[in-house]
């Protein structure tokens, strides 16, 4: 079977860094809702460029800091 | 570990309830008060229509009255925003589900034409836009749960 390119994240790592900030804190501060955090956290939402920005600039680091590209084995043809 | 119920999903159980109740008493009255004899066609249609219009402050009662109550309720008990509920994350989801609620309703729209072809009685035409209405209903809020539980890659 396939495996699907994915999009990782050290958001939990970060938050536990950043004064083990709540999930509730960080999605204030990006203007989300919590929900979306976790999804994001469990990797079971990648988030748009704009709110992936937005993540990394309130830990204040790069994006690729924050979130990583996980490529599949799927083949091009 | 099960993890907790999110505010979105408890919103999305209310409304599968407030769908089914919602439904159910309309079509407890429909059926109670549906008396075809003597009807003309114009009569069988304005019955319907009428009962099409009912549905919409049932589910006042039923859908919207339940979700503000919770709404106000979740908040004096958790003390938590419902702050951004209509985000990126939200929207993509709400947007799976209303296309899932057009698949079911557009059947419902091809099986209403066929029975109008196949000569049914108004009251079946009607209802199968009803049902599927329905149906439609309760598939977009069962498949947004199950977005919400799943995650959208």
Redesign the interface.
């Known amino acids: 079977m396939a495996i699907?390119d994915?999009i990782e994240n050290n958001i939990r790592t970060l938050r536990f860094m950043a004064e083990e900030m709540t999930q509730?804190d960080l999605?204030?501060k990006v203007?989300?809702?919590?929900?979306?955090i976790?999804?994001i956290e469990?990797?079971?939402?990648?988030?748009?460029l704009e709110?992936a920005f937005k993540i990394a600039k309130v830990f204040e680091k790069p994006l690729e800091e924050v979130f990583q590209f996980i490529p599949g084995d799927s083949k091009k043809k | 570990m099960e993890e907790k119920m999110s505010i979105q999903e408890k919103q999305l159980i209310i409304s599968i309830v407030g769908t089914l109740i919602s439904y159910g008493v309309f079509y407890f009255y429909a059926f109670k008060w549906y008396q075809p004899d003597g009807f003309s066609i114009r009569d069988d249609m304005k019955f319907w229509a009428e009962g099409l219009l009912w549905l919409i402050p049932i589910q006042i009662g039923f859908k919207i009255v339940p979700f503000i109550v919770f709404h106000i309720i979740h908040h004096i008990v958790t003390k938590e925003k419902a702050d951004h509920m209509d985000d990126e994350y939200g929207k993509k989801i709400e947007s799976k589900g209303n296309r899932n609620f057009y698949y079911v309703f557009q059947a419902g729209f091809y099986g209403a034409m066929i029975a109008i072809l196949l000569d049914q009685s108004i009251m079946v035409i009607f209802n199968i836009f009803i049902l599927f209405g329905f149906l439609g209903t309760l598939f977009m809020d069962i498949s947004q749960l199950y977005f919400y539980r799943r995650g959208i890659r």
């Open positions: 699907k994915r509730m999605a204030e203007k989300v809702s919590r929900q979306t976790v999804a469990k990797s079971k939402y990648s988030p748009s709110l």
